[in-house]
């Protein structure tokens, strides 16, 4: 059975699933979001992808598609899987079927889009003409559900509506909201062709394929293209420590790039993962792998890592009591020259209380008060130094 939640999507499941139709064949129906009417004459700025996701699991919930995307990032969020109907089409007692249950599958996507909305200072009038990040990866997962890349009542080129009852009823495929019947939206207005590249015409044939470019979130945290933070340098220096670094050109740093896409494809291919599953963006299951532990927002509890520094050193090698955070807490120590990189593994170990030892002391401590214990003076000071929060 194919993938209930497209692969990398941040989920949100509102629950309240229920099946399709299913005697009628698999559809797609393409939404952009239209939250905003902008002109040639007076664009407006884009509405973000927070905000839509907020919204369709808020107070837009009755209305909820099963992906909102960004167009822009590749960023996809699901609130229903595959096989469940999602509530952004009409269904009026009139209509000879359950709109959004008209089909074996019937998956509506959300692009988070309006015409002429302004993105980073250039306006895109089509949606076509934004860089369709991820379009290719929700292509695909939706082609696994067997909902064949045709349009049976055209592709849509503009905001004109095409709407045949039969047609509907008789056809799998891709459908845009203009074309569903007792509907009378005229969304979409264009959208990404099946065989091209992401808004772009079919590259030639011995064009290299881009790497993917999406993020996912995993413990609170970004990963994948152009996501940033600390979290990004340690899965880089990770892959370089286990002999995945080949991509890199220089780094690896705190910014996600296309190198550090493809270190990772090359490590989940190690792990036996194939296809989607080894396109470069980590899951959960092969990042704690690859790490020992998933790390998490900034913040330190002082109780915890106190607990780890007592407790880790005496319990079987690379025991981690409070793995995320105490690997922060390691990082940072390595940041200063204190612990070397390879020892950055979530265990308060003994050469993680040496190295504290050594942070106390350039703190001004000595004798007893620099036993390689956190305190919280000196916990604080090297939270400061290096970018975290310190908790009781």
């Known amino acids: 059975m ?3 939640w497209l692969p990398g999507a941040e989920i949100h499941d509102l629950g309240d699933h229920a099946p399709t139709d299913q005697q009628y064949p698999p559809k797609a129906i393409a939404h952009i979001t239209w939250d905003r009417n902008a002109t040639a004459a007076a664009p407006q700025d884009w509405c973000s992808f927070e905000d839509l996701v907020g919204y369709f699991t808020g107070s837009g919930a009755g209305d909820a598609p099963h992906l909102v995307w960004d167009p822009f990032s590749g960023r996809a969020a699901q609130l ?4 469940s109907r999602s509530k952004s089409l009409l269904s009026p007692t009139a209509s000879p079927t359950r709109t959004n249950r008209a089909g074996r599958v019937v998956i ?8 002429y909305c302004r993105y980073q200072g250039t306006v895109y009038p089509r949606l076509v003409d934004t860089p369709c990040a991820g379009w290719d990866r929700i292509h695909a997962w939706i082609a696994s559900w067997g909902v064949p890349d045709v349009w049976p009542m055209g592709r849509p080129v503009d905001f004109s509506s095409h709407r045949d009852e039969q047609v509907w009823e008789a056809s799998g495929g891709w459908f845009a909201h203009a074309h569903v019947p007792f509907n009378d939206h005229t969304d979409p207005g264009s959208w990404p062709d099946f065989t091209a590249g992401p808004g772009a015409p079919t590259p030639p044939p011995s064009q290299e394929s881009t790497p993917a470019r999406y993020q996912t979130s995993i413990n609170g ?3 994948g293209y152009g996501a940033q933070g600390y979290q990004v340098t340690t899965v880089g220096r990770a892959l370089v420590a286990q002999g995945f670094g080949a991509h890199y050109r220089s780094g ?8 550090d896409t493809e270190n990772y ?22 990042l704690r792998r690859l790490l020992g532990y998933l790390p998490g ?5 002082l109780a915890h890592v106190v607990a780890a520094a007592g407790s880790d050193p005496g319990a079987e090698q690379g025991h981690r009591t409070y793995g995320a955070e105490v ?9 200063e020259g204190l612990l070397e990189q390879r020892w950055v593994d979530g265990s308060f170990g003994s050469l993680t209380v040496t190295a504290y030892a050594g942070w106390q002391r350039r703190c001004g401590y000595a004798g007893a008060a620099a036993d390689g214990i956190p305190g919280r003076d000196s916990l604080q000071r090297l939270g400061a130094a290096r970018d975290f929060a310190v908790t009781d």
């Open 297 to 301: 927002p900034r913040s330190v509890s």
């Open 108 to 115: 509506q996507i959300e692009a988070v889009f309006f015409p």
């Open 221 to 223: 945290l970004p990963y």
């Open 2 to 4: 194919p993938d209930l």
């Open 327 to 335: 690997a922060i807490v390691e990082q940072a120590l390595a940041d």
């Open 265 to 286: 494809a090359d490590y989940q291919r190690s792990l036996g993962y194939s296809g989607q599953a080894a396109d470069g963006v980590p899951g959960e299951g092969s």
């Open 252 to 259: 690896p740093g705190p910014t996600w790039t296309d190198a």
């Open 80 to 83: 229903f899987p595959a096989d």
